[in-house]
């Protein structure tokens, strides 16, 4: 038993303990190597994040300090402008036909709506007093014919006379004197039949022009008398209405392209898609002081009769313009003590504050004459905080053409 305890005895002496103790150690101050040297690349990574973190929100910082806008470029207007006015159709000539006689009516020939031809009878007068007038004056003429024939004779003997000293030079000079007179008188007589023959001519009324009878204020029977004012009343209305005048106040600003030849024309809404076109003819040359118009006529072909003298009409002008003009839109305009003005963004993208003139207002758009060139970069929807020379930001995409 003995032996076998000492030969088993030396058996716990393969573990070496005391040698696994002194290989620990290394072992773990590589592993607080690795994970010191883990804990300072991430503090790294971290601490360089942060600072690119702040560069970034510097940068965004500086960025929105600097404002972003919207820019438009002007829109160049037509080289000729649509002027459109109001205007009414005449007649090309109108006559008013009153009586030069007195009397009664006859009959007429002619009513409202015909059309007549020049020197064409439209009615007839009865004129009584004027006949007997005219009665008397050739009776009255006739005696003075007889009385000039009898001074005649009556001359002759006397200068006949006046040769053989029968009579006086003063008595033969009488004669021949009285004579003279006598046929004074007969030229009198003469002329006063005419104008008695050519007053009662005018028991035959005709028109004067060719047109249609717009008008008729008399009927058979109805009491004529002669003349044009007072209470007297126009026997017809004439008017020639192939072609009609057209005249039409234009805009004192407007006045300077209007001249004789330019084109036009007018509609009318119970003729919808229609155009009837004319050309100017003349103008007033000179400005009405009241109304700062130019008056102006425009002749208009009307060879069916399908316009009618007294319609409102429009009349349309292709004004050329002199000067060229762009618009913009409303929100563009920054309206200051100073006067109108725009924002424009320079190369420098720097704000730049620039005078214009305004013209007309399109709701949408203003005219503007003045003060801008069409590849300026206009800011819309400005601050009126927006200050000349100002820094901004151009957003991206805008700048087309409105």
């Known amino acids: 038993m003995t032996e076998l305890t000492e030969q088993r005895s030396p058996a716990p002496a393969k573990s070496s303990p005391p040698n696994s103790n002194q290989q620990q150690p290394p072992k773990s101050g590589r592993l607080a190597l690795i994970v010191l040297a883990i804990l300072l690349v991430a503090g790294g990574f971290a601490i360089a994040r942060r600072l690119t973190e702040r560069g970034a929100l510097a940068k965004e910082t500086e960025r929105l300090a600097v404002p972003t806008v919207g820019v438009t470029k002007p829109s160049a ?23 030069r006689t007195n009397g009664y009516l006859l009959h007429w020939n002619k009513d409202i ?34 009385q000039m024939q009898l001074a005649k004779s009556t001359a002759e003997r006397w200068t006949n006379l006046r040769k053989t000293d029968s009579v006086s030079q003063q008595e033969a000079d009488q004669q ?91 509609v009318l809404r119970e003729y919808p898609g229609q155009k009837f076109n004319g050309k100017v003819v003349r103008t007033a040359d000179a400005i009405d002081p009241t109304t700062r118009t130019l008056l102006t006529e425009i002749d208009v072909p009307n060879p069916n009769g399908q316009l009618l003298p007294g319609s409102y009409a429009e009349v349309h002008f ?3 313009i002199q000067i060229s003009r762009m618009s913009v839109p409303v929100n563009t305009v920054l309206f200051r003590p100073e006067g109108p003005r725009v924002a424009v963004v320079g190369p420098d993208n720097k704000v730049h504050l620039k005078a214009i003139i305004i013209g007309r207002d399109f709701g949408t758009k203003i005219e503007i004459l003045g003060g801008l060139d069409a590849n300026d970069q206009v800011i819309m929807n400005p601050a009126d905080s927006l200050e000349d020379g100002e820094e901004v930001n151009v957003k991206a995409g805008s700048g087309a053409k409105s």
């Open 113 to 146: 709506g015909s059309h007549v031809k020049k020197g064409e009878l439209l009615a007839e007068i009865d004129t009584p007093e004027v006949d007997q007038e005219l009665s008397q004056a050739k009776a009255a003429r006739q005696q003075t014919d007889a």
């Open 77 to 99: 207007e037509p080289a000729a402008d649509q002027l459109v006015l109001p205007a009414q159709l005449q007649p090309y000539v109108e006559s008013a036909i009153f009586a």
């Open 318 to 320: 292709a004004v050329p």
């Open 176 to 266: 021949v004197s009285a004579y003279a007179q006598s046929q004074a008188n007969l030229a009198a007589a003469d002329a006063n039949v005419r104008r008695l023959q050519q007053l009662e001519s005018f028991k035959h009324v005709y028109s004067p022009i060719t047109g249609v009878i717009t008008r008729r204020n008399t009927d058979v029977g109805a009491l004529i008398t002669a003349g044009s004012t007072g209470q007297t009343r126009e026997l017809f209305d004439v008017a020639q209405i192939d072609p009609l005048r057209v005249f039409v106040s234009v805009p004192q600003n407007n006045a300077p392209s209007i001249r004789a030849g330019l084109p036009a024309y007018i």
